[in-house]
């Protein structure tokens, strides 16, 4: 999928999400934040202004997040998300309020709904995690600028074709047709296996 369709997907059929902060110890702290809104480069939340949350976000202009769907463990869908956020202010609210209303029973009227605020996550990085499928399908993307950098395990040129990595590869997602071997990034669980069981360290973590 494109960077759009994820940040769609999180908005639209997840729009639950668990975000992380940090406070003035350094320690995270985590909550319950609705994605209302999505666009080609940027996701869009609101919050309101008395929170804690609100402080950490205009101090540490930072955040992570993790959106899951699915009944359980096997059949679920996970996107990741860690960005920078910048707050928009007033003007957006009765969009979002008119894209998510059932936010009209938290907020019922106009004098009520000015204690809100909009934040935009405008520049990220996420990671999409799916272990509904077999084997297992992942895939990373940016948003807003930020380049792409590879991330996970590498077979490098010292790999001698032994076979020990995929022997304990448990999506079975190394493919040893040729020299060096090669891992097939969409479908590693990271686990770290390979690098383990490598006689001769051809394996990098990047």
């Not at 402080?55 to 769907?69: I, P, Q, S, V």
């Not at 909009?118 to 992942?138: A, H």
Request: net charge negative.
């Amino acid at each position: 999928m494109e960077t759009k369709e994820y940040l769609d997907y999180i908005a639209n059929e997840i729009h639950r999400t668990i975000v992380a902060t940090v406070d003035d110890e350094g320690l995270p702290v985590t909550a319950a934040i609705d994605m209302m809104d999505s666009d080609e480069n940027s996701l869009y939340f609101l919050t309101a202004k008395g929170k804690g949350f609100y402080d950490r976000l205009k101090k540490r202009e930072f955040l992570a997040l993790t959106a899951m769907k699915g009944e359980d463990t096997m059949s679920s869908v996970a996107v990741s998300i860690r960005g920078r956020v910048r707050e928009l202010g007033y003007d957006k609210i009765p969009e979002l309020f008119e894209k998510n209303p059932y936010m009209r029973k938290i907020y019922p009227t106009v004098e009520s709904m000015q204690a809100l605020t909009v934040f935009q996550i405008y520049e990220g990085s996420g990671e999409w995690f799916d272990l509904s499928k077999k084997p297992i399908e992942r895939d990373s993307f940016t948003f807003g600028g930020v380049v792409k950098k590879a991330e996970g395990y590498f077979i490098t040129e010292t790999c001698i074709g032994c076979g020990s990595c995929a022997a304990v590869c448990p999506q079975n997602c190394i493919i040893q047709d040729g020299m060096p071997f090669l891992i097939e990034q969409e479908h590693c669980l990271h686990c770290g296996n390979c690098m383990t069981a490598c006689p001769v360290d051809a394996v990098e973590r990047r």
